[in-house]
């Protein structure tokens, strides 16, 4: 509850003019704008929130917003600046669902919104581009990666409308008797999941992302003595390095 207390605290801070069930889609990267456009269409009242990243774009954007979505859509584009990192991640929760790019994925940009409780919408499009697979690779590792990456632009624009709609508030008496809202729904579980198993997950487990990386720097040293002992030696992997995490966190599947 402290979270959700936290989140539409922001939301009312940021955009204090949106009514409290609107749905804020956001990306903080590059462009998908033509995709992004059509779920604002097929979510009413919903918003998309963009950085002034940078802010000459701002115009442009919109006028393309426009041309492609007409002037309701386009009312629903809102821009902010960008702000400080320590600001940025605070306030990258008060968006429902960041939605990410496709020809080059969000990187820091997506662990910064994992790490704030905040889903992303990834799309690998091109699967022999390391950058397009980045943020797929982000969200497996939360251990909740299947709710969040989609194949097909298509599936990106329904999975998105699909989120969004699950979304409804109840009211409820919190701890100090009072009442107060709490969202409900997938998107919201979602959200809750990440929030409470953000210090288990492989994502930010950092001891553990270092044991393994020493593991696969130990295995290329001994192929390298090896090699020098065997010089013909062929490896069949085409020198690839596999290790196996001692404490798989997937191992009893993903957690509840």
Known sequence: MEEERLRYSLRKEIFPDIPE???IFACFSQSA????????????????????????????????????GGT???SRVRFTDVAP?????????VADLALDTFQCNAHTTATDVIWSGTPLLTLPKEPFK???RVASSIVFATGFGESMVVYDERSYEDRAVALANSISY?????????????GVGELMELRRNLILH??????????RWTRNFEKGLEEIWKRWVDSCHSPLSNLDDEGGVTIT???PFFSEGLPS
């Open 72 to 74: 309701e859509v386009a």
């Open 130 to 132: 390391m950058c397009s």
């Open 33 to 68: 704008f033509y995709h992004w456009l059509r779920i604002l269409q097929r979510v009413p009242g919903s918003i998309l929130w963009l950085l002034r990243f940078p802010s000459a774009g701002e115009e442009h954007l919109m006028r393309t917003a426009l041309a492609w």
């Open 245 to 247: 995490d001692d404490d």
């Open 85 to 93: 990192k320590e600001t940025h991640i605070r306030r990258c929760r």
């Open 170 to 182: 109840r009211l409820e008496e919190n701890e100090h008797g009072r009442v107060e809202r709490r």
């Open 198 to 207: 953000r210090d288990q997950m492989p994502l930010f487990d950092t001891p």
């Open 21 to 23: 069930d609107t749905v």
